[in-house]
């Protein structure tokens, strides 16, 4: 076919053909996308909550599960769910969020608060013309899940959260306990508050150096550090990760590069802007300090995962339940670290799959 469009179009009519048809896919928010890697996973853009984001979907009917990833990820980091749930009955859907991979970066610090990116969830739904959905999030995509349900209960008919818990609205801003415990020593979250964009523009110098440091299970061989002072003067994060011997049998070197590409195409800032509103999120939260969350509840983290800092599931059921009144259940998964949901598919996607068939 493309032989005989050529023989019938001369070169130029070609050109502005094509040009024509790019323009069209571009404001129709259709194609204008790299391919997804990931067999029976497509892309498309949709405008949401002011904004043009990509979305990674799969299955045609079904109840909707949204996924909301963390940092530094992307929607790949749900490849093993989004295939999982659709085969298993669910129409599934897992945006880069705001700020990352081929979705807008504003410009704008504040543009990255918790109503913003709520209101980015919703949006999605209202795109895709559903009503309501079970969410799910991982890292920073649990606190915009958490936060997602508070502010828009009727949006939401069930909260799958993994890794970062929540016993509700601190009486006290983050920020303030953070730089009282860690004062002039380093601290990736205070780092990444300082002003003039030096987080991002280290892991924007050497994207794989970062995640590759990362992306990694809490036993995995290291490299020693080449930062060991403990004082943030003495430089920044990489040089305070060891370098990893190896990749971690659940991560393919193909894996990384994805995600990798994904960054050296992006950058960074979008994401390290999350950080940048803790503070701000807590002052305009203060209305949710005593809203509860009422929709079945799930929380999901690897048992060794350091966010957790060593709670067991007696201690995790205990504060979650001050918030969440119906959580269902609480799932350490053994000899697991952040990255859970990757880590450990299998048992993810397992536990996953019994909370919603009870619901």
């Keep these: 076919m493309t032989s005989t469009f050529t023989r019938i179009l001369p070169r130029v009519a070609i050109s502005t053909y094509l040009l024509l048809f790019s323009a069209l896919a571009f404001a129709q928010g259709n194609t204008m996308t790299t391919p997804s890697p990931v067999d029976g996973i ?10 043009r984001m990509r ?15 963390g940092w530094p990820e992307s929607w790949y980091n749900w490849r093993h769910q989004l295939t999982y749930f659709a085969n298993a009955g669910y129409r599934v859907v897992a945006p880069d969020m705001r700020g990352y991979g081929e979705t807008d970066k504003p410009a704008d610090v504040d543009e990255y608060d918790i109503v913003h990116l709520a209101g980015d969830m919703v949006g999605i739904l209202d795109a895709l013309g559903e009503e309501t959905a079970i969410m799910v999030g991982h890292d920073w995509g649990a606190i915009v899940a958490w936060n997602s349900v508070l502010m828009h209960p009727e949006r939401f008919s069930a909260l799958i959260a993994m890794s970062v818990p929540y016993g509700g609205r601190a009486p006290q801003s983050p920020m303030v306990a953070w730089q009282e415990s860690f004062g002039d020593n380093f601290y990736y979250i205070l780092y990444h508050n300082e002003a003039g964009g030096v987080a991002e523009a280290e892991y924007d110098s050497d994207p794989k150096g970062i995640l590759s440091r990362l992306y990694l299970s809490p036993n995995s061989p290291r490299e020693a550090p080449t930062i060991n002072d403990r004082a943030r003067s003495a430089g920044g994060w990489i040089g305070r990760l060891g370098a990893p011997i190896g990749l971690p049998d659940w991560l393919s070197q193909e894996d990384l590069d994805y995600v990798v590409g994904q960054f ?3 950058g960074f800032r979008g994401g390290v802007n999350y950080y940048r509103n803790f503070h701000r999120n807590w002052e305009i939260t203060e209305h949710l300090t005593d809203t509860k969350i009422d929709v079945p509840t799930l929380f999901i983290a690897g048992e060794q995962d350091v966010v957790i800092a060593g709670a067991n599931q007696g201690q995790l059921t205990g504060a979650m339940s001050r918030v969440a009144t119906d959580l269902r259940d ?3 998964i053994p000899d697991i670290g952040h990255w859970v949901q990757q880590e450990a598919p299998e048992e993810t996607n397992a536990a996953m799959h019994e909370f919603l068939q009870g619901i």
């Design 42 to 51: 497509t892309f498309r853009f949709i405008e949401s909550n002011g904004i």
């Design 55 to 69: 979305i990674a979907e799969a299955g045609d009917s079904g109840p909707l599960i949204l996924f909301a990833h």
């Design 330 to 332: 609480v799932v350490l």
């Design 264 to 266: 050296e195409s992006a």
